[in-house]
Structures are given as structure tokens and as C-alpha cells.
């Protein structure tokens, strides 16, 4: 001990970081949203590109391909590079995807599908970072007893984009486009 005090302080208890905690929720909701968002615009995008059902359902089904081929990779990612960064290169892709997909149209007929089918494949790939990165870093930010509750909120985000994207695709569909399904995300991404 010196005159000033003691020679070791008591370990102070870290704040969780609240504010990059948002920012991960903000782009988490975005991502499962999206999951759901386009299942209502299906019939119009068989109509507007002249795909048939077996083939339009490789929107979906090849996003959630994607997302279960990456998202155990991204362990590996974690494990080698910074948190900013691969939010960053999460957001990024995805934001490239849902700008490639919703300029599909512009793209003659024949190939509007295939890119579509494109943007859909990067934003999987940016979804998929997102997801385990969020869980990580809920985990690693939050002390043990109060993990269950950081937990909650993730499976709120989780569970309500998912829900609310076909309602939310549903009344877009009735006044615009269904390029603007995609559109709509854009500022949300910057």
C-alpha cells in the first residue's frame, strides 16, 4: 500500500457496449426481415420476369442455401478478424446484394432472374456473417448472469423481423413495385 492508497484497485465492471449492441440489432433485423420479405412478392415476380414456380422458389431457398453453408464459417472469420470489420463486409455485401436485386428489372428479360437470383445469393452471404457475429458478441459483452437476458432481446429481433416481413411486404405490394422491397432497405444499410 502507498500513501495514496492501495498499490491494486478492485477490477471495475466493463459496461457492455450498448451502442455497437444497437447498431448489430439494427442489422440483424434487417437480415431476418428480410428472410420473409419477399414471399409475399413471389406470384408478381413469376409474372414480371416469366419464371415459373420451381424456379422462383430459388429466391428463397437458395438464400437460406447460402446461409446455412456460411454461417458455420463464419467461426472461423470471428476468430481471425475484428468485430467493425466484419460487420462491415456483412453490411456491405448485403447492402450490394439488395442493390443488384432490386435493379433486376432493369436488366432485360432473360436475364433479370439470374440477377435477382444473385442479389439474393450476397445478401445471404451477408446474413449469414451477421447472425453468428451478433451471438458472439452478445456473449462475449455481457457478464454470465446477465447473458439470458442480452439473449432475450436476440430472440425477439429474431423472432418479430421474420413475422412482421410478409405483413410489411403485403401493404408495399399493394401501393408499389416489388423492386421497391428491396429499394426500401437501402437507407437502412447506409
Known sequence: MTASG?????????????????????????????NTLLNVALPSIMADLAVGPSVVQWLTTGF?????????ATAFLIENYS???????????FAAG??????????PQSAAFAVLLLGRMIQASGSAIMMPLLMNVMLVSFPVERRGAAMGVFG?????????????????LQYHHWRMLFDMLVPWLL
Open 6 to 34: 492501495p498499490a491494486t484497485s478492485a477490477p471495475t465492471e466493463k459496461k457492455p457496449p450498448y451502442g455497437r449492441l444497437a447498431v448489430l440489432m439494427i442489422g440483424a433485423f434487417i437480415s431476418f426481415l428480410n
Open 64 to 72: 437460406m442455401l447460402i446461409n446455412g453453408i456460411l454461417i458455420p
Open 83 to 93: 468485430v467493425r470489420r466484419l460487420f462491415l463486409v456483412s453490411m456491405s455485401l
Open 98 to 107: 439488395t442493390v443488384l436485386a432490386g435493379n433486376a428489372p432493369l436488366f
Open 156 to 172: 425477439l429481433v429474431l423472432m418479430f423481423a421474420p413475422a412482421v416481413g410478409p405483413t410489411l411486404s403485403g401493404w408495399i
